[in-house]
């Protein structure tokens, strides 16, 4: 695991029996970005804190949910109707069923829920 030292690391590094890189934040600020190990690292985590942020009101019980959408975006492929397209195919090959109730029936006026 490539990380900044923090010790809270340590406990994931032991857990996960992984072999730990330290690069020491001072580093970061010697060298340019493409030699940093930790920019990409460090960009991301920006990114994540700046989704969290722009969705405040989300109930945390489902926060897998909003990793697993961020981790979509970011990752590859980076051409968006490639993205589209994967995840279409997905959603039409995932089997599901949606509860239809006679709540939600008469919450309906002119085919659009009201709430």
């Known amino acids: 695991m490539i990380h900044d030292g923090d010790k809270r690391h340590s406990k994931l590094v032991e857990e996960l029996e992984l072999e730990s890189l330290v690069y020491l934040a001072d580093y970061s600020n010697k060298v340019k970005k493409d030699d940093d190990p930790l920019y990409r690292i460090n960009e991301l985590c920006f990114f994540l804190k700046v ?26 492929p980076d051409n968006h109707f490639e993205k589209v397209e994967y995840l279409l195919e997905k959603s039409f090959k995932t089997p599901g069923k949606i509860k239809y109730s006679k709540t939600i029936e008469q919450k309906m006026i002119n085919g659009q829920i009201t709430e």
Request: aromatic letters at 26%; charged letters at 20%; zero cysteines.
């Open 51 to 76: 989704f969290l942020q722009s969705h405040k009101g989300f109930d945390r019980k489902y926060l897998q949910d909003y990793l697993n959408l961020f981790s979509f975006i970011f990752n590859p």
